[in-house]
């Protein structure tokens, strides 16, 4: 076989569905298995992914292992020469396991490949190339500095080496993943991704950042902002000097200090109120079902030009690719008034985020 996609999944039903229906439109002409590990979720997960996805194998935790305990336990069941470790709340391109599987062939010492990442606006997110971060550049990314954080000197759009990829999207083999012994269970979450980029480079492989692909990460879903954040990331943090780098009294004193300092300083993230005065429904016939449901104006389009202010805009999976809905957001996402949502394919929601800091909106009809 030669690729597994691996997805973790946590309370996040409605984001699982679309990501799964892309996957499985994304390895149609690819040996390929969807294995979803779910953390004892309390939603109704397991029971859609048994109902709608037969051929996914679920493997259900009976406890909350965390992200690198729930990744590794899905990677011992996978069969694939490749492995794509995949957030829930993402949304991959028909082309875009085909793509990174192409590139990856042909690369020596290949470690880790990462993407470029979109959030739910259509932004993109410069997490999908970092660098290592040294106490230096993570201090000053901690008080609002990230230059020395993210590789900002690799455009978007190329293919290059990067030393750090982020966890919503990682493709690599499974004989490299085994050999740096995967995701350290030290971490619960956050800081794990840095912490097997970073393992790789150390045995020598060369990461990537394939900018040539553009996957949907709503990113407020798995990773929630909440008043835990802070704690759990810096938390991460502390793991990651202590496994890493050389210890000494005055280095713990800077770092410790500085996390615990911003910690206690950090504000709390404020959600907007969003005011929507009409739909943009784009497909090829009216939803008589949904119109009702959102109970405002719909306007039916096949493109999205001339888009007023305070319009969102609902792409039908039944009828567009998830290649041209991504497209679509990454193109039209400068108007932060404009929101969006996307109907799958046989669903009977909508469903979208429209900042990285809070749940996303899920309509059900």
């Given at each position: 076989?030669?690729?597994?996609?691996?997805?973790?999944?946590?309370?996040?039903?409605?984001?699982?569905?679309?990501?799964?229906?892309?996957?499985?439109?994304?390895?149609?002409?690819?040996?390929?298995?969807?294995?979803?590990?779910?953390?004892?979720?309390?939603?109704?997960?397991?029971?859609?992914?048994?109902?709608?996805?037969?051929?996914?194998?679920?493997?259900?935790?009976?406890?909350?292992?965390?992200?690198?305990?729930?990744?590794?336990?899905?990677?011992?069941?996978?069969?694939?020469?490749?492995?794509?470790?995949?957030?829930?709340?993402?949304?991959?391109?028909?082309?875009?396991?085909?793509?990174?599987?192409?590139?990856?062939?042909?690369?020596?010492?290949?470690?880790?490949?990462?993407?470029?990442?979109?959030?739910?606006?259509?932004?993109?997110?410069?997490?999908?190339?970092?660098?290592?971060?040294?106490?230096?550049?993570?201090?000053?990314?901690?008080?609002?500095?990230?230059?020395?954080?993210?590789?900002?000197?690799?455009?978007?759009?190329?293919?290059?080496?990067?030393?750090?990829?982020?966890?919503?999207?990682?493709?690599?083999?499974?004989?490299?993943?085994?050999?740096?012994?995967?995701?350290?269970?030290?971490?619960?979450?956050?800081?794990?991704?840095?912490?097997?980029?970073?393992?790789a480079l150390k045995k020598g492989y060369v990461n990537y950042y394939y900018g040539k692909t553009t996957v949907l990460h709503f990113k407020g879903e798995s990773t929630l902002r909440d008043k835990n954040y802070a704690r759990r990331f810096y938390g991460a943090m502390q793991i990651f000097y202590k496994k890493h780098f050389k210890k000494n009294v005055l280095f713990d004193l800077f770092v410790w200090g500085g996390i615990r300092v911003v910690y206690f300083f950090r504000k709390q993230p404020i959600n907007k109120v969003k005011k929507v005065f009409k739909y943009i429904f784009i497909s090829n016939s009216v939803h008589e079902e949904l119109k009702r449901v959102l109970n405002k104006e719909v306007v039916l389009k096949s493109d999205i030009k001339n888009i007023e202010n305070n319009s969102e805009i609902i792409f039908d999976a039944n009828v567009l690719s998830f290649k041209n809905i991504i497209s679509f957001m990454e193109t039209n996402h400068l108007d932060t008034s404009v929101t969006f949502k996307i109907l799958p394919k046989n669903s009977k929601f909508v469903i979208g985020s429209d900042d990285a800091v809070s749940r996303g909106e899920v309509i059900n009809f």
């Open positions: 076989m030669k690729l597994s996609v691996i997805i973790l999944n946590y309370n996040v039903q409605y984001f699982l569905e679309l990501c799964l229906r892309s996957v499985e439109a994304a390895i149609l002409n690819i040996d390929a298995e969807i294995i979803v590990v779910d953390n004892n979720s309390e939603d109704d997960s397991c029971q859609m992914v048994k109902s709608l996805f037969p051929n996914v194998s679920l493997i259900e935790n009976k406890d909350n292992y965390g992200f690198s305990k729930g990744n590794n336990i899905g990677v011992l069941q996978a069969k694939g020469e490749y492995l794509c470790i995949l957030n829930p709340d993402t949304v991959v391109a028909e082309d875009t396991f085909l793509k990174v599987l192409e590139f990856s062939e042909n690369k020596k010492n290949l470690g880790i490949v990462g993407c470029k990442l979109i959030n739910g606006r259509g932004d993109f997110l410069p997490e999908s190339k970092r660098k290592i971060p040294y106490v230096n550049a993570a201090f000053k990314k901690l008080v609002g500095n990230s230059d020395d954080y993210y590789a900002n000197a690799i455009n978007i759009n190329e293919i290059n080496q990067v030393e750090i990829l982020v966890g919503a999207f990682m493709f690599l083999k499974k004989a490299v993943y085994n050999e740096i012994e995967g995701f350290d269970e030290d971490y619960f979450m956050y800081g794990e991704d840095i912490d097997i980029s970073y393992k």
